[in-house]
């Protein structure tokens, strides 16, 4: 399924941060972009998710994952009580927004491949983000929190202020480096935080973590980003070893 203008960041999932007009901020920290944006226009990039060479339907994919991850969202969001499938549809969620965030500032990016043919025959051709993400789920050691039982964990939703959100808005906590993974938490909401598992501190600088997690896109409720700084903010993440 061919998606000419996907967002990077759900829509359905930022329209919590967009005011009456339908607008919220946004910070393109790859490219040094500060801008007010309709929702319909905000992390837009073209064909992103689109396979150059593998045949798996991953625009497909997503958009279910999507469906039903935002339909147990908005039940966090309002207090319902959420089953053991809709926690694992949320879970899938995050998965996804994960792994979509690990490659967020490479939509550009083109690697070179030599295929190998059923015939024997080898061809050279170029991967997309779309095939570089569809393979990485074959490397060991990456998370998936699927993996982690996370549906029988703690879940909590607790109110927080100014949240913002983003590309890199799933934060993995571990009591210790090295330690394994104890809480996952994830902004529903400008008011309200997903905690899964240990309860975390109340003082957390909860934005200014996320940002730093954040490879491209950076979301809030307009009036809340100092979208001047959008500039600076790239030229600090590209002096990164």
């Known amino acids: 399924m ?8 759900p ?11 339908n607008r919220v901020e946004v910070i393109d920290v790859q490219h040094g972009r500060g801008v007010t944006s309709s929702i319909e226009n905000a992390t837009v990039v073209s064909y992103v998710y689109e396979p150059a060479v ?7 994919e997503f958009a279910l994952i999507e469906s039903r991850g935002l339909s147990a969202i908005r039940k966090m ?3 319902h009580i959420t089953t053991f499938e809709e926690r694992d549809a949320l879970i899938a969620f995050l998965d996804m927004h994960l792994e979509r965030g690990r490659y967020a500032d490479q939509a550009d990016v083109r690697t070179f491949a030599r295929l190998l043919r059923t015939d024997g025959q080898t061809e050279d051709s170029e991967l997309s983000m779309g095939d570089r993400l569809l393979l990485s789920r074959h490397v060991e050691g990456a998370t998936r929190l699927a993996r982690l039982g996370l549906e029988r964990w703690p879940w909590h939703v607790r109110p927080a ?3 913002a959100t983003g590309d890199g808005a799933v934060l993995l906590w571990r009591p210790k480096p090295g330690a394994e993974i104890s809480t996952i938490s994830f902004p529903l909401s400008p008011t309200q935080l997903l905690v899964i598992g240990d309860d975390l501190p109340a ?14 896109w950076i979301v809030s409720v307009p ?19």
């Open 223 to 241: 009036g809340h980003l100092d979208l001047s700084k959008a500039a600076t903010i790239a030229a600090q993440r590209s002096k990164r070893p």
């Open 54 to 60: 593998l045949t798996h339907d991953l625009e497909a």
């Open 2 to 9: 061919k998606v000419k203008r996907p967002h990077m960041v």
């Open 77 to 79: 969001r309002y207090a």
């Open 161 to 163: 202020l100014r949240l």
């Open 11 to 21: 829509k359905g999932y930022i329209r919590a941060w967009a005011d009456r007009r």
């Open 203 to 216: 003082d957390l600088p909860l934005n200014q973590l996320m940002a730093e997690k954040c490879r491209r």
